[in-house]
C-alpha cells in the first residue's frame, strides 16, 4: 500500500467581520444570480433576523423569495418540502441565512432545484443510494447566524430521519457554498443556551479534526482530483483548528454569560468558521459518531432555553455527551496531539503524564456553560446502550477517522462511561 503524502484545504470564498452579511446581493450578482430563493427557519424569519440580509439581496436588483424550514433540525420532510419549493420557483441561486438547519437545507435547495430527482439518491449509503451530483449546484451563499456548525463552509448537509430513528447526510464537495458571509452581529441574540451548544459543537470540530487519525496513515488517493472529504488531520487543517480551540478556550464561557460581549462574538463566530474549515478537511470521529443516535434515537426532549417546544436533543448537546470519555480513550493514540489541544483550550502547559487532560478540559468547560453532561439527563438510560452502539457503528465514514481502531466494545465502553 502507497501511503499519502499530499493533503487538501477546500474553502469558499469567505467574508468576515460586522456587517458582511449585509454584501450578500453584492456576492450573488457577481456570481450572475438573477433570481435566489433565500432559506432561513421559522423562528428567524419571525424575528426579521433575515431581513437586512433580503433587503441587501433586492438592493443589488435580484429577485428574491423566502422560504422558512420549520422548527427544530431537519428532517427528509422538512428538506423535500424546501427542495419543492426551490424546484418549483425557477431559481438560479441560492442563499442560507440561519443555523445549520437553514444552512444544511440551503445546500439540499441548491442540489435539486440543478438535478432534481429524489433525495434519498443523493443521501449517504446505507440508507440512500449516495449518487455524486452530477455536476455542481445551483449558487449557493451561506450568512451563519449560530457560532457552532461551520456548514458556511462545510461540504455535507445533516437530516434527521425520525421514523428509520437515524440522523445521516448528503455529502460531496459540490455542497460546499461558494460564498461564505460570516457576520458576528447576527449571533448577538442568540439565547445563552444555544450559543452554549453551538460552540460547544466547533470546539469539538476542532479537537476531534486535531486528534484525527494523520493523513499520512491513509492509503494515497488513486485520484489528487478526488481526495476523500475527510482526509485525517494534516497541517493545513491543523492552522484552522488549533486557532479554533484557543479562540473556544477564551471566548465561549464569554459570550454564553453576555450575549452583547461582541468581542466574545466575534471570537465564537471565527472559532465556529476555522473549526468548520478545519474538520471539513481532515473529519471528526467518535463523539460526532455517537451523536448521530443520540440525536436520531427517541424525541422526547425538549433541550431547555432552546426557541419553541420541538423535542429533540440538539446538535451540539449530542455531539458533547460521550466527548469527555471519548477523549480519554483516544488520548493513549496520539498522546502529543490530546495534550497541546487540552494546553489551546486552556492556555496553560499541561503535564506530559496528564493522559486525561482533554478529556478533562471539555468536561469543564461543558460543565462551565451548562450544557448536559450524561445520557440521563436527555432521556436515556443503559437499556438504550446496545441500540446506540449500533447506531454510532453506521457512522463509518466519521469512525475511519479516529485514531485508533474502532469496533462495538469501544463504542460500548464510551456511551456507558457517559451515562
Ligand atoms: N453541515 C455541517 O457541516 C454541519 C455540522 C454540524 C452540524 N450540522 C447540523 O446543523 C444542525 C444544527 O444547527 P445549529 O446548531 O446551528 O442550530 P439550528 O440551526 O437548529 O438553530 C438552533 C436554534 O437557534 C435559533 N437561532 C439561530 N440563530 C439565531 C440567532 N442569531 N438568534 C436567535 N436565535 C437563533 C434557531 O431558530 C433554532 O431555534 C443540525 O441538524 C446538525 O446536524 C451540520
Redesign the pocket.
Known sequence: MTLETVAVLAVPKLAFGRGASTEAGAHLRALGVKRALLVT?A??AQIG?HEPVLAAVRAAGIEVEVHAVP?G??TEVSMRAAADAAIAGGYDGVIGV???????TAKVCALMAKHGGELRDYVNAPIGAAKPPPGPVLPLVAVP??A????EV?A???LDLPDEKV?TGISHPYLRPLVALVDPD??L???AA?TA??GI?ALLHAAEAYTSRPFTTREAAPDPAHRPAYQGSHPLADVWVRHAIELCGRFLERAVADGSDLEARSGMMMAATAA?VGF?NAGVHIPHACSYPIAGLRHAWHAPG???EARFV???LACAITAPAAFRMTEAALPDRHREAAELLLARPVERDDRTALGDAVLALMRSVGVPTGLREVGYDADDVPVMVEGALKQQRLLQCAPLEVGAAEIEAVLRESL
Open positions: 427557519d423562528f428567524l433576523l422548527a433540525e431537519p440561519g443555523g445549520g438547519s437553514a444552512l444544511d447566524t449560530t457552532g456548525t461551520g456548514s462545510t455535507v448537509a445533516i440522523k447576527l449571533t441574540g442568540l439565547p444555544v451548544a453551538c459543537d468548520g471539513g432552546y426557541p419553541g440538539p446538535h451540539g
